[in-house]
DNA sequence: CCGGCAGATTGGTCAAGCCACCTGGCCTCG
DNA sequence: CGAGGCCAGGTGGCTTGACCAATCTGCCGG
C-alpha cells in the first residue's frame, strides 16, 4: 500500500477517511467495474486496499446500505444490491416523512415530467396503442369502487403513456420521481370524487392523443395533475 | 437509561445493533423529540445512553449522513440536518447516474425540464433577479466572439434560471441530465449564427419572463432548445 | 455415497487509545 | 481596564487488536 494516498488536497471536512473509502466504492459502481448483486472482498482485505481502518470502512459500507446501495450478509460477504429504483428511491421515504413541502416539490417536477410524456405520446403512439389505451381506461369505471385497484389502474395508465412517448431518459426520470411519491398517491385517490375526476381526466387525455394534439396533451396533463394535487392538499392540508 | 431495549423481536438480521441505534434515532427525530438543527449528545455518551458501543454508534450515525439526515462537525458536534427538500437530491444523483444508459434522447428529457425550469421562474422570479438577468444577457453581446466565454455565459443563464424557478428537484434532475450532455455543448455553440440565435433567444426569455408568462416561458424555451438542437445536428449529423 | 463435524472465512461488535479541531475561559501584556 | 494570545477540556475522526457469531467448505467416518 505504498500509494493508496490520493489527491488528498481536497476539502479535508468532517470524515474524510470514511467518506473518502464510501466516494471509491460509489464510483467503482457507477464506473461498472463493480456491478448489481457482485460480492466486495473481504472487509479486512478492502480496508487494507484502501488503506483505511476495517471500522472505517465499515462506517463507509455501512453508509452505503442505508442508501440500498449495498447489503451485507452475515458470513457470507457484502454484495453491490439490485440497484432497483425502487430500491435507490426507498431512502427519500424518510424526509418526505419529516417534511411535507418536499411533497409539492416532487410533484412539480412530476408534473414537468408527465407533461412532456404525455406530448411526446400524442405525436408518437402507435394506432393500435391509443386504440388499446382508450379500452384501458374505459375498464377503469368499474374500478372506481376500489382504492387499490383503482390506484393500479391509475398507475398503469401514466406507465402506458410512458411506453408510448419512447423517451427512456424521460421514462426514467419519470421513475425516479414517481418513486418517491408513490407513499402519497394512496391518499391522493382516498375520495371517490377524487378519483371520478381521475377517470374523466384519463379519458379527455385518450381523445387529445388520438387527435394527434401534442400542446393539447401537455396541457391536458398539466390540468390532471393539478386535480391530483388539490385532491392531496385537501386531505393533508399544511 | 434502564429500559432502552426495545422490541428485539424484530427481524435480527445484519447489523442488529448498529441498526437498532439508527432507527432509535430516526423516530427520535419523526416523533419531534429532535429537530432540524439540533445538536446530539456527544458519542460517547449517546453510545453509553443506547448500550452500543462507539463504533456500532458511529456506523450509524454515518449511515445518517449519508441520508442528509444528520451532520456532523470535528471539534463541534452531530447535528440534524435542516431536512429541507433539496437535500433529497443527492440520492436521486446516485440513481440517475447508475440507470443513465441512453445518451441519445437526453435532450427531450433537457427540453422538458429547461421548459418548465421557465415556466416556474415567469412566476416566481423577484424583480431583483429579472433586472439582474436583464442586465447578465446584456453582457452577452461581448462574449460572442469568444467561445468559452460565450459557454459560460450560457450555462450561468440557465443556472440563474434554475435559481429563480425554485424547485429544489427539478433542478437536481436538471444538473443530471446536464452532466450527462455536457460534451455536446461545447459543439452546439461552435458557430457564431448559432451563438447568435442563442443570445436572442435569451433575450427573447428574458422579455417573456418580465410579463410575468409561464406558457410564454415555456413555449420560448422550447423554441429555444430546438434552435440548439438544430446547431447540434448542423454540426455533427446523426 | 452420504451425513455430520471442524476449521477457515466473513461480517458484527467491542474496548482502549491517540489525534485533530473547536470553544471558552484564563492570563498576560499593553 | 481592555485586548490579545494561550491553554485546557470537550468533541468528532481514526486506528489497533481482539473476540463473537453466522456461514461455508471440505474432510472424515459411518
Known amino acids: ?64 446500505i442505508a442508501l440500498n446501495i449495498l447489503e451485507s450478509r452475515h458470513g457470507e460477504g457484502t454484495f453491490v444490491s439490485s440497484l432497483e429504483p425502487e430500491l435507490l428511491a426507498e431512502p427519500i421515504d424518510f424526509l418526505l416523512q419529516v417534511n411535507s413541502t418536499a411533497l409539492v416539490a416532487l410533484f412539480e417536477a412530476r408534473r414537468a415530467l408527465e407533461a412532456a410524456v404525455a406530448s411526446l405520446a400524442a405525436e408518437r403512439a402507435t394506432d393500435l396503442e391509443l386504440a388499446q389505451l382508450e379500452d384501458f381506461v374505459k375498464l377503469g369505471r368499474s374500478k372506481l369502487d376500489d382504492l387499490d385497484a383503482f390506484i393500479e389502474h391509475d398507475v398503469e395508465f401514466h406507465g402506458r403513456l410512458r411506453a408510448a412517448a419512447r423517451s427512456p431518459i424521460l421514462s426514467s426520470l419519470l421513475a425516479s420521481v414517481n418513486t418517491l411519491s408513490n407513499a402519497s398517491r394512496r391518499q391522493t385517490a382516498r375520495s371517490a370524487a377524487t378519483r371520478a375526476r381521475a377517470l374523466a381526466d384519463h379519458e379527455a387525455m385518450v381523445r387529445v392523443l388520438k387527435a394527434r394534439n401534442p400542446q393539447a396533451a401537455h396541457q391536458a396533463m398539466v390540468e390532471h395533475l393539478q386535480h391530483v394535487l388539490e385532491g392531496l392538499t385537501d386531505v393533508a392540508p399544511a
Open 1 to 64: 500500500m505504498q500509494e493508496t494516498v490520493v489527491e488528498f488536497q481536497t476539502l479535508q471536512r468532517s470524515g474524510a477517511v470514511a467518506n473518502q473509502a464510501l466516494e471509491i466504492i460509489k464510483q467503482m459502481i457507477v464506473r461498472g467495474e463493480l456491478t448489481a448483486g457482485q460480492r466486495l472482498p473481504a472487509q479486512r482485505d478492502l480496508a487494507a486496499r484502501l488503506g483505511v481502518s476495517r471500522p472505517s470502512l465499515r462506517e463507509a459500507i455501512r453508509a452505503l
